[in-house]
Each structure stands twice: as C-alpha cells, then as structure tokens.
C-alpha cells in the first residue's frame, strides 16, 4: 500500500480513498495475506479511518508451547487529527503529566497517511493478550511423578551432596 497524500486526499471525490486490501504487510507474519477493506475519509480538520480486515496468525500456546493457528479479524475506525505542531520534535520537559484529551493520533496536514503502518498496528492490537489453543488447556504435561527419582543432569549432583550433609 502507497501512502495517501493528505492534501491530494482533500481534492479527491467526496474526498475519501477506498483501498481494497489483499497483501502481506511487513511485520506481520501471516499465513495468507491480510484481506479487507480500508476507507480514509477527509473531514477538514481531521482524518476517519474504517478498516474491515482479516487474516490467519500462527501463535504459540502460553500453556502447552503448542503452535496453533488464530484467525485474526479487525472492524475497527479512528479519527486522526491534523495538527501543524504533529510533524515537529517535543521540546517540552521530559517529564510531565499528559491530560487525557491529548492522548489522540495526530498528523501534519501536509503530510501523508501510512494505510499499512496503520493497518499493522490495529492487527497487533487485536492480539490475543493470553494465547491459548484451547480453553481447556492443561499446559505442559510432566513425565514421571515427582520425587520419584533423583533428577538425571548432573549438574544438580554438588547441590544433593550438599543436601545430605544438612541436618534434617
């Protein structure tokens, strides 16, 4: 995906871009490439960004260490303001309280728009923060039973001599 223009977006008809989406975006490792459908809308002051997208993730299993496959889907929108101070380094203190209503996307309005960077970072967030293959996961299963045997690595050999030398 090229970047949008944000001036040239502003001449376009009903000045809005339509982008339909079937590719690999960098970063993203999917089994297939990312599907869907991406409107960047023009409304003077601000850009409204709708995207309907999907595609197939393979994660591993916080539980068992199990690959398995997540189809991963976003139906999301954003306003991102346009902002002349948006392209220029803070020179603010370092530290400082930032009030909520600041906490908002901003981009110069004669800058451009990143459809894919944009895409990429709405895919990651619709992440699974726990992944799990399944609900009812147990996890890794132990072979043996506890205290059945002495381990077998010998370097926890100094740390069982030292053990028995205690006094229980």
Request: aromatic letters at 6%; charged letters at 20%.
């Amino acid at each position: 995906m090229k970047a949008i223009y944000i001036p040239q977006l502003a001449k376009a008809p009903e000045q809005t871009e339509v982008i339909q989406v079937q590719e690999f975006i960098p970063g993203l490792e999917t089994l297939m490439p990312v599907r869907g459908r991406l409107v960047v809308k023009h409304q003077g002051n601000y850009l409204e960004v709708f995207a309907q997208a999907e595609a197939i993730v393979t994660l591993t299993c916080d539980r068992c260490l199990q690959q398995y496959n997540h189809r991963l889907s976003v139906n999301t929108s954003e306003l991102i303001w346009l902002e002349e101070a948006a392209g220029q380094p803070d020179a603010g203190p370092l530290e400082r309280e930032t009030p909520l209503e600041e906490l908002v996307e901003l981009l110069p309005p004669e800058g451009y728009f990143q459809p894919d960077g944009w895409l990429y970072e709405q895919l990651c967030l619709a992440l699974p923060l726990q992944q799990l293959c399944d609900n009812e996961c147990a996890g890794v299963t132990l072979t043996g039973t506890e205290g059945s045997q002495p381990s077998s690595d010998k370097r926890w050999g100094a740390l069982e001599a030292l053990k028995r030398q205690l006094p229980s």
